[in-house]
């Protein structure tokens, strides 16, 4: 297995693609954060990826990645032969009869929708938020901060038929981007939607769980870090311990937490795999978490890394804030294994 | 023509009471039994008061579609001599996590009262109700005679209730245990079933996660020759069922455990060998991780197949049109969308008779998938299987025109429950609302009962299904319509309309109110998260007093917000078991 994994995907090849489709959205979109739409380039994602791609997929469930249009929200960049004779370009598609009168209802509710957007009260928001019942998605223990992201997540997503603008202008109540965008891997960002039944929702994550990416050998499994604009995914096999696991996620992460997760200063420690990382991401405010086989989310570290990399599914680098009650016994952790 | 059609009227009166008196209770009441609808029923009751007693003495199940539209004590005064009772709870969107826990739909009042009036009943049916173990074992040793237990999608049990049933009930034939919310304590309840037990016929434990002490199941179907169906949990290997088959060779339904053990050539042949004795499988199911190379074993036990469930297998789109190949009597399929378009094609081609298709989403919520079932797998099938009526489909993509084919392929449908599951998608082609589909749908299927739209719905939609559904009972929305006018034209049309289930949509007061007097004659309607506000829900209340208004409200919504509404018709009068998260108005 390669060394720096990300590289391998991201090919120069790769970027005049992207490059031609950052130019279509920055064209077709009059606000976007600079220093985003610098990383697009950067992405591992082997589809083109923009900041408001990566905004408008994280909502919603079930949205196709951009080869298949998705046209709800027109930001496909990539011509699809279906598409292209129809509408002259993504823009229109946002603004043709449907959308519009979809945005009209919006507008001309009450109000009192969960999606109304424009001029919303922080209450009204937060009462949207509120909607969502904690029990989201696979696990029903998921907490209702989840549920908010992925309400708050929702709005801004439905804002976009209007034009990608809102998202950033009209809806200055809605948090920051970069707050929200990422939701807890657990994916069901609607609570009760799509409408499966609890029994067969937690059958297909155990189903998932087994049959995820192991065919090749390989075992690839997203990490989200909250605050970030979007996901990386990790072959987990190729990492032999914690320690190389926590320098390649630091890495990774390292251009969304710029001066807070810093190696140089730490010492190169043997055998002391688990406390490095929990010490890595201590310092740092954040804690790593992963959700395992059974739906849980459990602290990075606590077993033998064999064990971790069989149960794990996804990982999540959670904000201290949210993990009290994690922390501390990650920091016990690692004075007893100091 | 007055005079003599008056007389003739005065005769044939005259006759029909000569004849009524002659006519003895007894014979009527036999001629009553023979009927088992209970919408019959129903009907008969309505003709004449004695018709109204023959039929209440005569009726040995009764079936109540909402548990809180009337109370036991009226239920028993009404009917006396019932057996067999089937009870629905919550309402359908518990199942998706909407309704607040505790919420009520408790059985053990209901219990305690059959206890007293009926000492004989044998079967219980439930569906979304909330059941203790507590009240199941008092189920278990109020009823003597008992014989058949179902659950499904019920909650509030655990395994050791299980336990107090196969201890106690010696007359069971029935254990029919369907994705519950069921606290799995372990899986020793089955080996609480006596020696001495042989009556069981059903055995359905799938839903349940944790071993089984196998010794104990091989010897339980051992002893119960008329087992016809058995469906085992994820946790019996592929050489355990092998085993057991041999000795239940005579199964109607067959639930398999896992179907991916690692075996051996010779287990593989005892394998096929002892599935081929089993000449009267008609339903099969389970195939947990079920690996493709074994898929071969259970061919020759298909010929007579027709109902195939492969909703916890997920096979590919190749895998699954050899063993379609194997079903040529198949009528009912439930698969995954693994299979895709392909396998759906297979479908289309290998199963002329198919009456009911269900494609479940292997992985709903992964937002880069890029498989699954698109609308061309739709329209194979509908091209293969003219006979097509219930449908269930998810699928991330759908248009107009494939769903207008569809119908045009297949009329007949009665229940067309479509799932695109990002919610408000239009075509995927044209961009239009998906309002033509669903236009489409009513206005050709006219014998449709259940109907479930998704995709990017304006009122148009709404005002389709209000004009031309006729015949529609059920009718699920979510993230659709553009203002009150759509549920008002629902409310204003479809004459058969008993349920109304409604989430995520623009709808506010109007549109609530403007169904007062059609509300009695459904059974029950939901909203949440649409625009009706408290005042609008107390408005209703006080409008309609025979009408249950309940409202539940979030965590931190708005005082004036009622964001669940859940309004049925009572006998019974407002319940007083709701939480306190639950308002009655």
Redesign the interface.
């Known amino acids: 297995m390669s060394t720096p994994l990300e590289h391998d995907y991201i090919g120069l090849a790769e970027t005049s693609s992207m490059e031609r489709s950052s130019e279509k959205l920055s064209s077709s979109s009059s606000s976007s954060i600079p220093s985003i739409e610098d990383k697009t380039s950067k992405t591992a994602n082997d589809t083109c990826l923009n900041l408001k791609e990566t905004e408008l997929?994280?909502g919603?469930?079930?949205?196709?990645?951009p080869?298949?249009?998705?046209?709800?929200f027109g930001q496909d960049l990539e011509t699809n032969d279906?598409?292209n004779g129809?509408?002259g370009s993504p823009l229109k598609?946002l603004v043709?009869?449907?959308?519009r009168?979809?945005s009209?209802?919006?507008d001309?509710?009450?109000g009192?929708?969960?999606?109304a957007m424009n001029g919303k009260s922080d209450?009204?928001l937060?009462?949207g938020a509120?909607?969502a019942?904690p029990?989201?998605?696979?696990d029903?223990k998921t907490n209702?901060q989840q549920a908010k992201t992925s309400v708050s997540v929702m709005k801004e997503v439905?804002g976009v038929p209007q034009s990608p603008k809102p998202v950033q202008d009209k809806n200055n109540l809605v948090p920051p981007v970069n707050d929200h965008a990422i939701a807890p891997a657990?994916?069901?960002?609607?609570?009760?939607?799509?409408?499966?039944?609890?029994?067969?929702?937690n059958?297909?994550a155990s189903?998932?769980a087994?049959?995820s990416d192991e065919g090749a050998g390989c075992l690839y499994v997203k990490v989200s870090m909250d605050g970030a604009p979007y996901l990386r995914k990790v072959d987990l096999k190729t990492y032999n311990n914690y320690m190389e696991f926590s320098s390649a996620l630091e890495k990774m992460f390292s251009c969304f937490t710029i001066g807070q997760c810093n190696s140089s200063g730490l010492p190169a420690r043997d055998g002391l795999s688990e406390s490095r990382l929990m010490d890595l991401l201590h310092g740092s405010e954040y804690v790593l978490t992963y959700e395992d086989k059974d739906g849980d989310w459990m602290l990075v570290g606590d077993v033998p890394w064999e064990m971790f990399t069989d149960s794990c599914r996804r990982l999540r680098i959670m904000k201290g804030s949210e993990a009290i009650g994690l922390a501390p016994r990650a920091m016990e952790k690692c004075k007893n294994q100091n | 023509m007055g005079s003599y059609s008056s007389e003739l009227k005065r005769s044939k009166d005259s006759d029909e009471s000569a004849r009524r008196s002659s006519f003895p209770d007894e014979v009527l009441e036999r001629v009553l039994s023979l009927l088992k609808s209970h919408r019959d029923r129903s009907s008969v009751s309505l003709v004449c008061k004695d018709w109204y007693n023959a039929e209440r003495w005569s009726r040995t199940h009764v079936f109540i579609g909402n548990c809180y539209s009337v109370s036991p004590e009226i239920v028993a005064r009404r009917f006396p001599r019932i057996r067999s009772v089937t009870l629905k709870g919550k309402p359908r969107f518990s199942d998706f996590n909407l309704v607040p826990e505790n919420w009520g739909a408790d059985i053990h009042a209901w219990l305690v009262v059959f206890a007293a009036k009926y000492p004989f009943l044998e079967e219980l049916r439930l569906k979304r109700m909330a059941i203790s173990d507590e009240s199941l074992e008092f189920l278990a040793i109020s009823f003597p005679n008992f014989k058949a237990l179902s659950l499904l999608s019920c909650d509030g049990f655990s395994t050791n209730g299980l336990a107090a049933i196969a201890t106690h009930c010696k007359n069971l034939t029935e254990l029919d245990i369907q994705e519950n919310g069921i606290d799995d304590k372990g899986g020793s309840w089955l080996s609480c079933f006596p020696e001495s037990f042989t009556s069981l016929e059903v055995l359905n434990f799938a839903n349940l996660t944790s071993d089984i002490n196998f010794d104990a199941l091989e010897k339980l179907v051992g002893r119960c020759k008329s087992m016809r169906v058995l469906k085992l949990n994820r946790s019996v290997s592929l050489e355990q069922l092998q085993r057991l088959l041999v000795s239940a060779p005579q199964l109607a339904e067959l639930g398999t455990g896992s179907f991916s053990q690692e075996l051996t050539i010779h287990e593989y042949e005892d394998l096929e060998s002892t599935l081929s004795n089993c000449k009267n499988m008609h339903t099969l199911s389970g195939l947990w991780d079920a690996k493709g190379i074994y898929l071969p074993a259970l061919y020759p036990a298909c010929s007579h197949l027709t109902f195939l469930n492969l909703s916890y297998a997920a096979l590919q789109s190749v895998e699954l049109a050899k063993l379609l190949a194997h079903c040529p009597r198949l009528k009912r399929l439930w698969v995954l969308d693994t299979v895709e378009d392909k396998g759906l094609e297979a479908v289309g081609l290998n199963c002329p008779l198919l009456e009911e298709l269900r494609v479940f989403p292997a992985d709903p919520f992964d937002d880069e998938i890029v498989h699954g079932v698109t609308e061309a797998g739709f329209v194979a099938v509908s091209f293969g299987c003219p006979r097509l009526h219930y449908v269930l489909y998810f699928c991330r993509q759908m248009t107009n025109a494939a769903v207008a084919t569809i119908v045009q392929n297949c009329p007949d449908f009665t229940h067309f429950r479509l799932c695109i599951m990002n919610p408000g998608q239009p075509d995927y082609l044209t961009n239009e609302p998906m309002d033509e589909a669903f236009g489409a749908v009513v206005k050709t299927c006219t014998k449709l009962q259940r109907l479930s739209v998704s995709g990017l719905l304006t009122d148009l939609t709404f005002e389709y299904i209000g004009r031309y559904a006729k015949n529609l009972e059920t009718l699920s929305v979510a993230f659709a319509g553009r203002s009150d006018w759509g549920m008002q034209c629902v409310l204003g049309g479809c004459p058969k309309l008993r349920k109304l289930e409604i989430r995520d949509c623009p709808f506010g007061n109007a549109a609530l109110l403007s169904g007062l007097e059609k509300y009695e004659s459904m059974r029950s309607l939901w909203m949440s998260a649409c625009n009706v506000t408290m005042n609008g829900c107390r408005l209703l209340a006080r409008e309609m007093p025979r009408l249950n208004v309940e409202v539940m409200k979030e965590d931190g919504s708005d005082d004036s917000q009622a964001d669940k509404v859940y309004v049925y018709r009572s006998i019974a009068g407002p319940r007083r078991d709701a939480p306190p998260s639950v308002l009655t108005l």
């Open positions: 997929r994280l919603l469930p079930g949205s196709q990645s080869e298949r249009k998705l046209s709800l279906k598409s129809f509408a598609n043709s009869g449907a959308k009168g979809f009209d209802a919006i001309g509710s009450n009192k929708w969960v999606f209450v009204e937060a009462k509120a909607l019942s029990r989201v998605g696979l029903s209702s439905v657990s994916k069901a960002q609607v609570v009760g939607w799509p409408p499966i039944r609890s029994f067969r929702k059958s297909m189903n998932l087994k049959n």
